[in-house]
């Protein structure tokens, strides 16, 4: 029997990486529930799909990752839609719409939206409005697209789902309850000594106890700075490593959870107000925002609180809700209702009106100001303790392209061995203030011992072993050669078999096969300077008989003119070529998500216009796009930014 619909209810599901397509999904909810519906906002895998039909309308907001993937947390959701058993009326009597976020630079863009976007119509459910397609690469960010899309969203729930006569949507400037607070609760156990600075430059010795979900204790074995001093930018070599037997493959990710830092946490708390109540036991309790008479409460916004044993204020502001990031609009209008000064009130309004979109790009996203910053200059508004868990959002972990492979992925003893290349983020913005990347401080200051929880996720590149070993183009600017890295050592683990069944089928053993042919590699590496940043430029060397590399640099500012990874494939035509098509060779492609990406597309483009070394004459123009597109069709060109 289908479940019986709650009364003008909604549920709007997400999947998400970075957070983006929750934050979406949360102020889609409020949406809602500003015209009286009973809302849910929830991870696409808390929810069956059978259970959609008992809700009158149903939103869905996914992020689109790796290559063309869905979200971690809305796998197990788009499983279950794909089993063949299920019928094709499976999700009649569903109205539903759809927002997607993506970026322009990647081949597929916004996939995971409209695969879901087919597959539900497939299952019969009922389209209301026309899917949406946000990307980060536009000039006002998601916003941009979303804002529209949502304004337009509305005024088709109004007029398909009528209020009754004489209710009025909520307004704006009326708070909506929070739907998780703070309230006091027993005894605080456990404390956080602090440890003496006994390396230069590292100054914690952290070990991270928080009940992470799906993650494992690895310890910190190096934090070692491989660019010079003086250089613009400080790249480390960070080597982590677990007792735990687990196995990894190029292009795969270590998910890491910063924390923030005590002098931040410590100036919120003096700006707010919360020094008497900062180190008091609390917990986290359902509000008046959770709709238990309908049977409807809201996930909390931390759910492994429960098990952390010594909860208190400043310890959720350091470990868990990120104070330093860039605020999205609900943001302004929920600090809106703390303040009584007429104009900061008015002042964080004008953030949250659609018509001034331009001034709230200007004043966040544009000079990267943070949280903390806002309510710095925003210093009338003083929210109450209680209410911090539905106002600041939760830290997330960020992702690191694993560099280690083949021999590296174990040390000498036998534990597992993760190894990372990550740029420390720290750069001025144009209002000449210095910003940091949250994660990346926070890596950059551990001593080694440090322990960390730490999440090993599937990346989007899955180079089969045929590709590793057969021939492939690798193109990584910069901190881009972390996976390439992985996947020229797995090569290198690949030979090293390979040789070793060639001796036992030259010492008469039967059972050894030749089954494997390496092929040649051609790595394109970028950077500024090769005195600087020419990362692993030693292991080139030494892999390059191994695993017939060649290796192709482009550092830009070596010369009077920039030279980039484009314009080495332009000075190199015929051997690309010779393996991307005579051989049918793959590209792995990884780095910045600016504007290299296309600029290699285009070069490669131009590659297979340009034909052989021979008199073999090149593709057309829409043959050369078409092959490009082709090799996309067949995994052979994979991309992987940031």
Same mark, same amino acid.
């Given at each position: ?451 960390? &929880?730490? $999440?090993? *996720? ?8 045929? %590709? +590793? @070993?057969?021939?492939?183009? #690798?193109? =990584? ?25 060639? &001796?036992? $089928?030259? *010492? ?8 494997? %042919? +390496? @092929?040649?590699?051609?790595? #394109?590496? =970028? ?116």
């Amino acid at each position: 029997m289908p479940e019986a619909k709650h009364p003008r209810s909604a549920v709007i599901l997400y999947g998400t990486e970075t957070g983006n397509a929750q934050d979406v999904a949360e102020e889609l909810g409020s949406m809602a529930e500003r015209l009286h519906f009973t809302t849910l906002v929830s991870e696409m895998n808390n929810f069956q799909a059978e259970s959609l039909s008992s809700y009158t309308v149903v939103l869905f907001v996914v992020s689109t990752t790796g290559q063309g993937d869905l979200p971690g947390n809305a796998r197990k959701f788009w499983r279950t839609l794909l089993l063949k058993s299920l019928p094709p009326t499976l999700l009649d009597g569903v109205d539903f719409a759809l927002f997607g976020l993506g970026d322009t630079s990647y081949p597929k863009f916004n996939w995971a939206g409209k695969k879901l976007h087919k597959r539900l119509l497939q299952l019969g459910a009922n389209e209301i409005y026309p899917m949406g397609e946000a990307d980060q690469r536009h000039p006002e960010g998601l916003e941009g697209m979303f804002i529209p899309w949502a304004t337009d969203f509305r005024k088709l729930l109004l007029d398909r789902y009528p209020l009754s006569e004489g209710e009025y949507p909520i307004p704006d400037d009326v708070q909506l309850p929070p739907k998780w607070i703070l309230q006091e609760s027993g005894t605080v156990t456990g404390d956080t000594a602090a440890v003496a600075d006994s390396f230069p430059g590292l100054h914690h010795l952290d070990h991270d106890v928080r009940p992470l979900p799906d993650t494992f204790t690895a310890t910190l074995v190096q934090n070692k700075r491989v660019t010079p001093i003086k250089h613009w930018q400080d790249v480390r070599h960070i080597c982590l490593t677990t007792p735990e037997a687990l196995s990894y493959e190029p292009g795969d990710i270590v998910c890491i959870t910063p924390k923030n830092f005590a002098d931040d946490v410590q100036a919120l708390i003096n700006l707010m107000c919360w020094n008497e109540q900062a180190d008091k036991p609390v917990c986290l309790v359902p509000g008046k925002g959770s709709d238990t008479a309908n049977s409807i409460l809201h996930s909390p916004p931390i759910p492994e609180l429960a098990s952390y044993p010594r909860l208190t204020l400043r310890a959720l502001l350091t470990d868990y809700l990120d104070i330093k990031s860039i605020p999205r609009r609900s943001f302004f209008s929920a600090i809106s209702h703390y303040t009584n000064d007429t104009m900061q009130k008015e002042r964080l309004l004008e953030f949250v009106n659609p018509e001034y979109i331009d001034e709230f790009w200007d004043y966040t996203t544009r000079p990267r100001r943070s949280i903390l910053e806002v309510l710095e200059e925003f210093h009338t508004v003083k929210i109450p303790w209680e209410h911090v868990p539905s106002l600041f959002p939760v830290i997330r972990a960020r992702q690191f392209s694993i560099a280690s492979g083949g021999e590296l992925t174990r040390t000498a003893t036998g534990e597992t061995n993760f190894e990372l290349l990550i740029a420390i983020v720290k750069y001025q913005t144009v209002i000449k203030r210095i910003r940091q990347g949250v994660c990346t401080r926070y890596l950059s200051s551990l001593q080694p011992g440090s322990t960390l &929880r730490v $999440q090993l *996720q599937r990346g989007g590149l899955n180079p089969s072993v045929s %590709q +590793i @070993a057969g021939p492939t183009v #690798l193109v =990584g600017p910069g901190t881009g050669i972390a996976p390439l890295r992985s996947v020229l050592w797995q090569k290198a683990a690949l030979v090293t078999a390979y040789r070793h069944r060639q &001796r036992q $089928q030259q *010492q008469g053993n039967p059972d050894a096969t030749q089954q494997l %042919q +390496i @092929a040649p590699t051609i790595l #394109l590496f =970028g950077g500024r300077n090769r005195t600087a940043d020419f990362f692993f430029e030693d292991e080139w060397t030494q892999l390059a008989p191994l695993v017939n590399l060649v290796v192709f640099t482009a550092f830009s500012r070596d010369q009077r003119g920039k030279v980039y990874v484009q314009d080495r494939i332009r000075e190199n035509f015929a051997p690309l070529f010779q393996m991307l098509y005579d051989l049918h060779g793959s590209v792995i492609l990884c780095g910045s998500s600016g504007r290299m990406p296309q600029a290699v597309r285009e070069a490669l483009i131009e590659c297979f216009q340009y034909g052989a070394e021979t008199e073999e004459e090149g593709l057309s123009r829409q043959e050369a796009e078409e092959y490009l597109m082709e090799m996309e069709r067949d995994g052979r060109y994979k991309q992987e930014t940031w």
